[in-house]
């Protein structure tokens, strides 16, 4: 068994253990662009992309931002091509959804789209923080006001691309997410990841059903009258193994469902549980981290000890949410300081000091990286270690005779 940490591998020889992973690298990666070619020709609950175009004058495609592994180049050049084999007149903006992320770079979507698209396609990057590019359409579910980019809320067709993975509280990421926090304002960002929200049961990764945060996320797709998406699921090559077209909550449920098939597994439970994020570039920051952390918490043990292997070569990832966990006189202080923040008032980065709290407060978390992360580590309140030697010498003394569970990628599985 290897355990990815930043570019390399860390192996398991530590003795005894059961292993808790996702079978998406059993999924072979076929033609992506024919595999959406397919999903177009056959769309889940919705007319065929070509006649919601038809007599349309412009359109709106989301696209997805730098941080996302979507396999544009896979999507686009088909869904631009349905758009207008019966209008070729219609005005296509291709919408980049930043959500709460900085601008993507034209470096970036060049890379990201290929020249061509790049050069051809009127691109627009989203701006959360502009009230003059946003505009409010509606009041979500929770209260909350609905404010989304003015150009998809004033073209006659919008539609988005997308991909489907596990996500640790909107259940999972695709569809919905496109507009809400794709391409919505500052402050709908931040009132759907309110502390009231975060701290659900509901909340986790793999569930849509009763999940707040997803209940508000597909009202502004609705709102935003979002009428068409693609979306893939990839394999641990990030290559396309599956493409969903049609309706965007039928279109994307039958994605997530597919999906859980390989990634959903039953919880093995833990005294120690060893984990991972994925390796480079997931696990670049201890604020990324905090996913596969949430996958040892459903499957440990009470009082279990929760060891995280994570290079993190970008450091933290975040000022702000290093200082809460710093600061803090304690995760349990600190999560019922969040939970009680109205949603009109949630800061940036709440949501992943929230999650980390939580776990703090149920468990010992050890993390092995990079000594210059050493000092970090504690002072947000848990304990560095050099190597997984060290980290599971600690551990058995802090657990003797433990049962071990090992999830070699935490942010790959959705444990049951």
């Not at 996302?68 to 007149?89: F, G, T, W, Y």
Request: aromatic share 6%.
């Amino acid at each position: 068994m290897r355990l990815p940490y930043g570019e390399t591998f860390i192996d398991w020889t530590y003795g005894p253990c059961r292993e808790i992973a996702s079978r998406v690298d059993e999924l072979a990666a076929g033609d992506g662009a024919g595999l959406v070619e397919e999903a177009l020709g056959a769309p889940i609950g919705a007319p065929p992309l070509r006649e919601l175009a038809k007599g349309k004058k412009n359109a709106v495609l989301i696209i997805s931002d730098h941080t996302r592994p979507v396999p544009s180049r896979d999507i686009l050049p088909a869904m631009l091509r349905e758009m207008r084999a019966e209008n070729p007149e219609i005005e296509i903006t291709l919408l980049v959804a930043t959500g709460f992320h900085r601008a993507t770079t034209e470096a970036e979507l060049e890379k990201k789209l290929g020249k061509e698209i790049f050069s051809r396609e009127r691109i627009v990057v989203h701006d959360c923080a502009d009230p003059e590019k946003n505009v409010a359409i509606g009041t979500l579910p929770s209260g909350g006001p609905c404010v989304i980019d003015r150009l998809a809320a004033e073209t006659e067709l919008l539609v988005s691309e997308g991909f489907i993975e596990p996500h640790f509280f909107a259940g999972f990421s695709g569809g919905r997410k496109s507009v809400l926090p794709g391409i919505s304002s500052r402050e709908t960002v931040l009132a759907n990841h309110c502390g009231t929200f975060i701290a659900s049961e509901k909340a986790r990764t793999g569930i849509l059903e009763g999940n707040p945060i997803h209940r508000d996320m597909a009202a502004a797709a609705r709102m935003a009258r979002l009428q068409f998406i693609v979306n893939v699921v990839i394999n641990e090559e990030k290559k396309t193994v599956a493409a969903f077209a049609g309706e965007p909550e039928a279109a994307h449920l039958a994605g997530c469902e597919y999906l859980r098939k390989f990634c959903g597994v039953k919880a093995v439970y833990g005294d120690i549980v060893v984990t991972t994020n994925g390796g480079a570039p997931l696990d670049q920051n201890l604020y990324q981290c905090v996913k596969s952390l949430t996958a040892a918490e459903a499957s440990a043990n009470p009082g279990a000890v929760l060891v995280l292997c994570a290079e993190c070569a970008d450091g933290v990832g975040g000022d702000g949410f290093r200082r809460s966990l710093k600061e803090c006189e304690s995760p349990e202080a600190l999560y019922a300081e969040y939970c009680a923040v109205p949603a009109d008032r949630t800061v940036p980065d709440q949501w992943q000091s929230q999650i980390l709290a939580r776990i703090l407060m149920k468990h010992h978390v050890i993390v092995v990286t990079r000594p210059e992360m050493a000092e970090t580590v504690r002072e947000m309140k848990m304990e560095y270690a050099p190597s997984l030697a060290s980290a599971m010498e600690r551990a058995r003394k802090l657990k003797k005779n433990a049962d071990v569970t090992v999830i070699p990628n935490g942010i790959s599985v959705i444990v049951e």
